[in-house]
């Protein structure tokens, strides 16, 4: 096979002597190649197998952070065998102290805007008496849509753990499937932590039910 494409692919292949995990590798790849779904690290594994360009990847959850995700899909599991609750959990940690959780109220409430993100940050407010969440970290066991990464953003908060990712659960969780976690970084510091937990979690949004 040939073609004026694959002279690129050539080149980075033979200057990261076929590794495709290299971080060489990524900065010297050609535009419009994307990470490679089953080689690349989980960090590189963003929105169906491409990399944010923007937002940042983090080196892993903490040892707090990972306890307070552990914690929330628990809640999650118990909520989705609750009446008028869904089986989506979130807390809002600072210091590595949980500040407030939360769960999807929607149907609960009867407010289509109680995402368990933002019932979180709202308690987390409240409780911290201030709308500045900075230092402040989301977890989440889904990757939060548009709505709670807008609220996040609002609230000064610039770190987010969560376990589902936007490319292994049904679009009905997203109103605009196309907007993607960099769409939120403008200019700031932004980390994430995609999939941790993602596998005891997946059943529950399969169907787009939750």
């Not at 102290?97 to 805007?113: I, M, R, S, Y």
């Not at 376990?163 to 969780?173: D, H, N």
Request: hydrophobic content about 40%; overall charge neutral; aromatic content about 6%.
């Amino acid at each position: 096979m040939s073609g004026p494409g694959l002279a690129p692919l050539r080149t980075m292949r033979r200057a990261t002597a076929g590794s495709w995990t290299s971080p060489a590798a990524w900065t010297q790849m050609p535009r419009g190649l994307s990470c490679p779904e089953r080689s690349a690290p989980r960090e590189c594994r963003r929105e169906g197998g491409s990399m944010d360009q923007k937002a940042q990847a983090s080196a892993g959850p903490s040892a707090d952070e990972r306890s307070a995700m552990n914690e929330a899909i628990d809640r999650a599991l118990r909520a989705a065998r609750e009446s008028g609750k869904s089986g989506i959990a979130a807390t809002v940690l600072k210091a590595g102290k949980v500040v407030a959780t939360g769960e999807n109220e929607v149907h609960l409430q009867c407010d289509p805007t109680q995402h368990a993100e933002m019932v979180a940050i709202t308690r987390a407010a409240q409780v911290l008496g201030t709308t500045d969440l900075t230092g402040c970290v989301l977890i989440s066991t889904l990757q939060p849509c548009e709505m709670c990464l807008s609220a996040f953003r609002f609230a000064r908060m610039e770190r987010v753990i969560f376990a589902a990712t936007q490319a292994k659960v049904p679009e009905k969780y997203f109103a605009f499937p196309h907007l993607r976690l960099d769409d939120f970084q403008r200019g700031t510091n932004f980390t994430f932590v995609a999939g941790v937990g993602e596998e005891l979690v997946l059943h529950l949004y399969a169907t787009g039910d939750e």
